[in-house]
């Protein structure tokens, strides 16, 4: 079971960083900064670049800190967070399956690293090595709570086009 749910945390956290990646260097075929930006400024979150760095680094940093099993309340936070504004801002409205742009896959990478702060890394994780034991219902109530707030205010921040508002 230790080897799984490392193996999980693992592909879960690498994804995480890998879409990071892709908003803030252009790695595996993605847009980088200039392209995230103009994409993030049609949803309504202006400036573009900041927002796009912001984005980019919560999925990086988030990812590549629940691969690692280090500091994961906050890695989980960082995706919450992210995850909360992809869902609102692109994949709500398209219901929930994937294949229709949904939010289901969103809410999986989000609720996968919820649950690595309720039931904590494992001992296969630099949290274990380093003794810190920041796990359970009560840091994984606080990071839900401190993931859906950071969201939220990105999300009230956001100048929804007219196009999108008429639709």
């Known amino acids: 079971m230790v080897i799984g749910f490392s193996i999980l945390r693992l592909l879960v956290g690498l994804t995480m960083a890998a879409h990071g990646a892709q908003k803030l260097f252009g790695s595996f075929g993605g847009y980088g900064l200039k392209g995230t930006a103009g994409f993030l400024e049609q949803l309504g979150f202006v400036p573009g670049k900041r927002n796009a760095v912001m984005a980019g680094l919560a999925e990086f940093l988030g990812g590549l800190l629940l691969a690692l099993g280090l500091a994961?309340?906050?890695?989980?936070?960082?995706?919450?967070?992210?995850?909360?504004?992809?869902?609102?801002?692109?994949?709500?409205?398209?219901?929930?399956?994937?294949?229709?742009?949904?939010?289901?896959?969103?809410?999986?990478?989000?609720?996968?690293?919820?649950?690595?702060?309720?039931?904590?890394?494992g001992p296969l994780s630099l949290d274990a090595v380093l003794g810190i034991q920041a796990s359970g219902l009560i840091w994984g109530v606080a990071a839900l709570a401190a993931g859906l707030v950071g969201g939220a205010i990105q999300l009230a921040g956001r100048r929804v086009p007219a196009a999108q508002k008429a639709s």
């Not at 809410?107 to 996968?112: H, N, Y």
């Open 72 to 121: 994961t309340p906050l890695a989980a936070v960082l995706i919450v967070s992210v995850m909360v504004v992809a869902i609102g801002s692109v994949h709500l409205k398209n219901g929930f399956f994937n294949h229709l742009q949904g939010y289901e896959y969103p809410l999986i990478l989000a609720v996968t690293a919820l649950s690595f702060v309720w039931g904590g890394p």
